[in-house]
């Protein structure tokens, strides 16, 4: 790692809230960040890391809370509930911008990375902010150009033009993968020399836990092979294809769905399980997942199925846990998540975007699982937190 132990770092999260991949990606980076910088982190006002953060690191707080535009509080809503939570979004991310640029306005930090934004905020805070040269960005999403009828692709292209020109304050953008590189690069040619494309990082493998117990009380015979679906529960992971796809393959498979329902209502779920006659092939456990279970359930498991939508675009938070636990994975074909599996070697892309190519995709992978499972491990490491962030460091150092 390139020697900053001189620079004073500043990581800033909105999304990180007290739950789920947004903390675990703010405290290891900062943690690991810490053994070679001076790092201090800024949070919502509703965020506790007193228990994952170093004691090395220190934490701004703003006066606004983030909390409240959590998706599933948005649901009541229905169609709109995402033109009113995007509302709320750029509200809240106005407010605490503000205490931003107060905090950088009377420190002195070297790099300033914004590791997730809300975007129209995000605009307003480089339009307003006279510091140049040490702003790094972390953009998730890589779809700035008009895609669909939804609000959130006509969102991002309008605003894509309008950040493209307030790039020019941002020394580097950091992304998880080439093919999102790659369209950033056409979206925001102002900054497009100085995009660095990472792979959303993962702990190296650790040998699992024996299954058999943990299978036992889930109520899952140790002769099946079990399928995951885990995390978020959006509309873009399309469960009710996962629930279609277990009910054409064989009885020696069975399905453990685990995670919050976003976008759904519990109700939503038993529907679609009745609907395709599942109900003795699919284990649930819906809502919010401690990490033990969700360690659990991805060391019970023998494949992750993530059937994302056409539009997805962007990495995933339990594609790339899934080396952690030597667990070959079965992703959509398209974009991001395509372009990792098939250059890792990790799993398999489906033919398509229908439950009969998810099916076909889940029999293949069983039969080369243990060929799969080498790979997965090279993964691991090549793809480590470690190594993350010692790209990103370095990345600070270059430009």
């Known amino acids: 790692m390139s020697n900053v132990m001189s620079k004073d770092i500043l990581l800033v999260s909105f999304v990180v809230s007290n739950k789920g991949h947004g903390r675990e990606y703010l405290t290891n980076i900062a943690n690991l960040t810490s053994k070679s910088a001076n790092v201090s982190v800024f949070v919502p006002s509703d965020t506790d890391l007193k228990k994952e953060l170093s004691s090395e690191v220190t934490v701004y707080k703003s006066k606004y809370g983030y909390g409240a535009v ?28 503000k205490d931003l640029i107060s905090l950088i306005e009377k420190s002195d930090f070297d790099i300033i990375h914004i ?3 809300e975007y129209i905020s995000l605009l307003s805070f480089l339009n307003s902010i006279n510091t140049v040269g040490k702003i790094y960005i972390t953009l998730h999403a890589s779809d700035f150009y008009f895609n669909s009828f939804t609000f959130g692709s006509i969102y991002k292209s309008c605003i894509r033009k309008l950040l493209n020109r ?52 889930l109520g899952i015979p140790n002769d099946k092979t079990l399928v995951l679906f885990i995390g978020m529960i959006r509309r873009d992971k399309r469960i009710e294809i ?5 009910s054409l393959l064989s009885e ?32 649930t456990d ?22 994302h939508s056409k539009t997805f675009p962007s990495a995933s938070g339990p594609v790339s846990d899934a080396r952690t636990y030597g667990l070959p994975v ?41 060929q799969i499972r080498e790979s997965i491990i090279n993964a691991s490491r090549e793809y480590s937190w470690d190594s993350f962030v010692n790209y990103q460091v370095n990345f600070y150092s270059i430009l």
């Open 115 to 117: 590791l997730d934004s």
């Open 242 to 246: 996962a629930l279609e796809t277990i």
């Open 252 to 283: 020696d498979y069975c399905l453990l769905i685990a995670g919050n329902p976003t976008d759904y209502s519990l109700s939503d779920i038993d529907l679609l399980i009745d609907k395709y006659k599942v109900g003795h092939k699919v284990v």
């Open 166 to 217: 307030s790039f020019n304050k941002v020394s580097g953008v950091i992304c998880h993968g080439d093919w999102i590189k790659d369209r950033l690069q056409k979206s925001f040619p102002s900054v497009s020399e100085r995009i660095l494309a990472l792979n959303y990082p993962s702990q190296v493998y650790k040998k699992p836990p024996s299954k058999s117990l943990i299978r036992e009380n």
């Open 70 to 97: 959590e998706r599933e509080k948005y649901k009541k809503y229905g169609k709109l509930s995402q033109v009113i939570r995007g509302g709320a979004r750029v509200r809240d991310s106005l407010s605490i911008y």
């Open 286 to 307: 819906l809502g919010f997942l401690q990490k033990n279970k969700f360690q659990e359930y991805f060391s019970v498991s023998d494949i992750l199925l993530s059937c």
């Open 330 to 370: 079965v992703v959509s074909p398209r974009g991001q998540l395509q372009y990792y599996v098939e250059d890792a070697k990790v799993g398999v892309v489906s033919n398509g975007f229908a439950a009969e190519d998810y099916a076909r995709a889940i029999n293949l992978t069983n039969v080369e699982k243990n």
